[in-house]
């Protein structure tokens, strides 16, 4: 019964299936999934920020947690380029184009319709994580 309601529930909503938040008593350990960031990227950057993450929070920090790092990124970003003036929107947009994020998921730009171009991590649920197995698509673009 459970393998049946975890197959329901990986092939509805596979990204949030493996979750870290879902794992514990669910029967996901060995689940292979891909997404754009991993419990275990061991970069500095993501080092560094799991650390002050869990400091200030108490947890440690997901996808989620990664994703609304990035857009405070990008708005500073913006927001330096055109010195406040949130009126100068063509510049505010062409900085983000020529960015390079600096992100604990791996650094990352902006394709021509404005989604991330990067690496997508093929991943396996240990334990409490999911834990990166390999690279599953290098500097990944929306078509």
């Not at 500095?44 to 857009?71: E, I, M, N, W």
Request: proline share 4%; aromatic share 10%; charged share 20%.
């Amino acid at each position: 019964m459970l393998w049946r309601q975890r197959s329901q529930l990986c092939s509805l909503c596979p990204r949030l299936a493996a979750n870290r938040r879902l794992v514990p008593g669910y029967g996901f350990c060995g689940l292979f999934t891909t997404l754009h960031y991993a419990d275990s990227l061991a970069s500095a950057r993501d080092s560094a920020f799991r650390l002050a993450y869990a400091k200030t929070f108490k947890l440690q920090p997901d996808v989620y947690a990664v994703q609304g790092y990035d857009a405070a990124q990008m708005l500073g970003i913006g927001l330096n380029a055109v010195k406040g003036d949130i009126s100068k929107k063509a510049e505010f947009a062409a900085a983000l184009k020529s960015a390079k994020i600096d992100s604990p998921r791996g650094s990352f730009t902006l394709g021509k319709n404005h989604n991330p171009v990067q690496d997508v991590y093929l991943r396996q649920v240990v334990g409490k994580e999911n834990k990166v197995v390999s690279v599953a698509s290098k500097a990944l673009a929306d078509p």
